[in-house]
């Protein structure tokens, strides 16, 4: 019974763990993409870059 216990909390604690770097890899992903648009583009925009990265990553 306390070994059950002790596994469902580990699960728990891993999912929480796993859900805070989800959105670490992701912002993380938009910036590289961002950095990437600013090297390919001569007339550059931040707020469109971020946008268009946004949308990428967010189909993937």
């Known amino acids: 019974m306390r070994k059950n216990i002790l596994m469902v909390i580990l699960i ?8 805070k770097f989800n959105d670490h890899n992701r912002n993380k992903s938009i910036s590289a993409c961002i950095v990437a648009q600013k090297k390919k583009a001569e007339n550059f925009d931040v ?8 949308k990428i990553i967010k189909k993937k």
Do not use: D, N, R, W
């Open 47 to 54: 707020k469109e870059a971020k946008k268009f990265c946004e």
């Open 12 to 19: 728990v604690v891993g999912m929480i763990f796993a859900l």
